[in-house]
């Protein structure tokens, strides 16, 4: 049943402290990775402020068809 509300989730967004370390938040972010589909990429975003951060993991599907390939890209 968790497994099928996991794939539903588009995007997940949790307020931080200003006490965290972004390595306790490894664990999350691999965990968010781990339960995505092939068919979706993960774009993470962490803003901080004097008092708070947010992380925001959001899931956004791959396109069907590449027509431009990225220069960047190694193989």
């Known amino acids: 049943m968790m497994k099928k509300i996991n794939y539903k989730i588009k995007s997940l967004s949790i ?3 200003k006490s965290i ?3 306790e938040l490894n664990g999350v972010i691999k965990k968010f990775k781990k339960d995505t589909d092939n ?3 993960v774009k993470t975003s962490i803003t901080f402020s004097f008092e708070s ?23």
């Open 39 to 41: 068919k979706y990429e």
């Open 53 to 75: 951060g947010t992380l925001i993991l959001s899931r956004t599907r791959k396109p069907y068809l590449k027509l431009v390939k990225n220069i960047n890209d190694k193989k």
């Open 15 to 17: 307020e931080l402290d």
């Open 21 to 23: 370390q972004l390595k």
